[in-house]
């Protein structure tokens, strides 16, 4: 077994009961397992540049926020939305195993998770640059199939123009992704509010994606192990800080 494996406790267990929300962490994750395809990870608090925890009340709506999750190098969007996104959503990975997206966490469910790499060629928010992003505003798109749209709330790659939506688990809606975006498990701490980072659900692409841009990840992370688990904490960072230009498309 790799040392990857055994790092994680892996649970995949199919249901078919909605999540109704929950503040006690350990029940959210008991639920999202039985609700979905769960890969739980060490349990990492979001918090500031200072190391203060961030909640819902923190979070600015419409504006992309950056963590770093399961792994020191693998970047994730934080968003909340200007909508609820209660859930269940059932979903395919690209190889068609279906998962079931609980849904946001907060007080009305708008605050979502998922990996910041896209599903296609692995787009992702570097440090120089990034194509893929939440958009507010509304934008024009041709969906798949064929209608034009116009919607606002959504995550775009302008590398091929892939689509997603946010608050329906990151589903394709345009483009030539070819599943959702990974979601991550968000928590909320019952005592102090704070978000933690609990697992994914959904199609990870981590090994290609060290594979394809360790190089460059290990030179934006200090040199050091890029496949390091996070640790206890993740640092929350605005996407305008992160990254020097955003691609706009």
């Given at each position: 077994?790799?040392r990857r494996?055994?790092?994680?406790?892996?649970?995949?267990?199919?249901?078919?009961?909605a999540?109704?929300?929950v503040?006690?962490?350990?029940?959210?994750?008991?639920?999202a397992?039985?609700?979905?395809?769960?890969?739980?990870?060490?349990?990492?608090?979001?918090?500031?540049?200072?190391?203060?925890?961030?909640?819902?009340?923190?979070?600015?709506?419409?504006?992309?926020?950056?963590f770093?999750?399961?792994?020191?190098?693998?970047?994730?969007?934080l968003?909340?939305?200007?909508?609820?996104?209660?859930?269940?959503?059932d979903?395919?990975?690209?190889d068609?195993?279906?998962?079931?997206?609980?849904?946001?966490?907060?007080?009305?469910?708008?605050?979502?998770?998922?990996?910041?790499?896209?599903?296609?060629?692995?787009?992702?928010p570097?440090?120089?640059?990034?194509?893929?992003?939440?958009?507010p505003?509304?934008?024009?798109f041709?969906?798949?199939?064929?209608?034009?749209?116009?919607e606002?709330?959504?995550?775009?790659?302008?590398?091929?123009?892939?689509?997603?939506?946010?608050?329906?688990?990151?589903?394709?809606?345009?483009?030539?992704?070819?599943?959702?975006?990974?979601?991550?498990v968000?928590?909320?701490?019952?005592?102090?509010?704070?978000?933690?980072?609990?697992?994914t659900?959904?199609?990870?692409?981590?090994?290609?994606?060290?594979?394809?841009?360790?190089?460059?990840?290990?030179?934006?992370?200090?040199?050091?192990?890029?496949?390091?688990?996070?640790?206890?904490?993740?640092?929350?960072?605005?996407?305008?800080?992160?990254?020097?230009?955003?691609?706009?498309?």
């Open positions: 077994m790799s494996v055994k790092r994680r406790r892996f649970v995949g267990l199919c249901g078919s009961a999540l109704t929300t503040a006690n962490p350990a029940l959210l994750a008991a639920a397992a039985e609700a979905g395809r769960v890969r739980f990870y060490e349990k990492s608090r979001l918090v500031d540049a200072q190391g203060e925890p961030i909640d819902e009340d923190r979070l600015e709506q419409g504006r992309s926020h950056i770093h999750y399961p792994y020191a190098s693998t970047p994730c969007f968003l909340k939305l200007d909508r609820p996104a209660p859930g269940p959503i979903l395919l990975t690209e068609g195993t279906p998962y079931r997206w609980p849904g946001g966490v907060g007080s009305d469910r708008s605050v979502v998770a998922f990996a910041a790499i896209c599903a296609h060629r692995m787009s992702h570097a440090r120089d640059v990034s194509f893929i992003d939440y958009r505003e509304a934008l024009h041709v969906d798949r199939s064929g209608d034009a749209r116009k606002k709330g959504l995550i775009f790659c302008c590398s091929e123009r892939s689509v997603y939506d946010p608050a329906l688990g990151a589903k394709v809606l345009a483009g030539p992704a070819r599943q959702p975006l990974a979601a991550i968000l928590a909320i701490d019952p005592d102090t509010g704070a978000l933690e980072a609990q697992g659900i959904g199609g990870e692409m981590y090994d290609d994606f060290f594979e394809r841009f360790g190089f460059r990840l290990a030179m934006e992370h200090a040199g050091g192990d890029i496949k390091r688990p996070t640790g206890e904490t993740s640092t929350v960072i605005d996407i305008e800080r992160y990254s020097k230009v955003l691609m706009r498309c």
